[in-house]
Nanobody, 115 residues
Framework: QVQLVESGGGLVQPGGSLKLSCTAS????????MEWWRQTPGREREWVAV???????TYTDSVKGRFTISRDNTKNAAYLNMGNLKPEDTAVYYC?????????WGQGTQVTVSS
């Protein structure tokens, strides 16, 4: 059974930083594409960033230059370093894994950017 567990969310002031973690179990992690998504109430879930099995990364335009996605295959973990946070980054952040067997989601972690 695949399980993804996000952590690291919280309340931060505008301009601050947070690091989210996503720890995976039940999958062969190094063959999984890992992504971060986010969702605010009343809106569709929004794709944020991806790190491929080869370590390539891509970001949605609104976070380019501020967020960094990474992975550590020795720890079965993916990360999202978020800097220069803005109130519009407030959302529940989810990680997603994708392999040839399908996709799985974590339960999400709340990030609130507010003064």
């Amino acid at each position: 059974q695949v399980q993804l567990v996000e952590s690291g969310g919280g309340l931060v002031q505008p301009g601050g930083s947070l690091k989210l973690s996503c720890t995976a179990s039940g999958i062969i992690f190094h063959v999984a594409t890992m992504e971060w998504w986010r969702q605010t109430p009343g809106r569709e879930r929004e794709w944020v960033a991806v790190v491929t099995t080869g370590g390539g990364t891509t970001y949605t335009d609104s976070v380019k230059g501020r967020f960094t996605i990474s992975r550590d295959n020795t720890k079965n973990a993916a990360y999202l370093n978020m800097g220069n946070l803005k109130p519009e980054d407030t959302a529940v952040y989810y990680c997603r894994s994708t392999t040839i067997r399908g996709e799985n989601w974590g339960q999400g972690t709340q990030v609130t950017v507010s003064s």
